[in-house]
């Protein structure tokens, strides 16, 4: 079966900087991956969308990659800011398998 | 989106009691509705899928007659514990899924607030 990983340690980075998060996949070859933001005690919140025919997309300060060679999508936030500071999961395509999440935190 | 309430947001009760848990989709008419748990610290689980009509598809693993699926209307379902024990407190959460390859967001999942189950 699929299998999905990120980052399980937190990830602590200064205001202003910006924060990348890893997400990688075995066994699989997902149409499209998706990016979600879950904040404590709450439900994810849909963030970015790329398919495996792009390479990259981009929302505000957001940034999705997807390498499907190497089974890896990168998450950017540039010019983070404390609000921004959550837990990001990524998940793939149709199978409804998500990653644990990589929780950021952002310092002001 | 698809904006997406659960009733209750909390609830604690008693070893061998049953909750029920309520999922509505307030703007967007759902014939699928998936219920996740999540305990802390974990990812989400996919439980279960809930069909408006049918019966539901449940994830390998998830029991059937424990955790009760009814999905009535296009904007209702609920998820019911029943006979529940403390090993079943945990974050559970709905979805549903909106959007299509025309509208630039196929099979974007719109997630309600989630539900906490403690049981003590």
């Known amino acids: 079966s699929q299998k999905i990983e990120q980052n399980s340690e937190a990830l602590n980075i200064q205001e202003g900087k910006t924060a990348t998060l890893t997400c990688n996949y075995t066994n699989y070859s997902p149409a499209y991956l998706q990016w979600y933001r879950q904040d404590p005690g709450r439900g994810p919140v849909f963030l970015l969308l790329?398919?495996?025919?792009?390479k990259e997309k981009r929302k505000e300060r957001l940034k999705v990659t997807f390498d499907t060679t190497l089974k890896q999508s990168l998450f950017h936030i540039t010019a983070s800011q404390p609000a921004d500071s959550a837990t990001y999961l990524c998940a793939l395509d149709m199978r409804r398998s998500f990653g644990s999440g990589t929780k950021l935190n952002v310092k002001p | 989106g698809a904006v997406v309430s659960q009733h209750p947001s909390r609830v604690i009760c008693k070893s061998g009691t049953s909750v029920k848990i309520e999922c509505r989709s307030l703007?967007?008419?759902?014939?699928?509705m998936f219920w996740y748990r999540q305990f802390p610290k974990q990812s989400l689980m996919l439980m279960a899928t809930s069909n408006e009509g049918s019966k539901a598809t449940y994830e390998q693993g998830v029991e059937k007659d424990k955790f009760l699926i009814n999905h009535a209307s296009l904007t209702l379902s609920t998820l019911t514990v029943t006979s529940a024990h403390p090993e079943d407190s945990s974050f559970y959460i709905c979805?549903?899924?909106?959007?299509?390859?025309?509208?630039?967001?196929?099979?974007?999942?719109?997630f309600g607030p989630g539900t906490r189950l403690t049981v003590l």
């Open positions: 790329i398919r495996e025919n792009e």
């Open positions: 979805s549903v899924m909106a959007g299509g390859d025309t509208a630039g967001v196929a099979d974007t999942q719109y």
């Open positions: 703007d967007f008419q759902a014939t699928t």
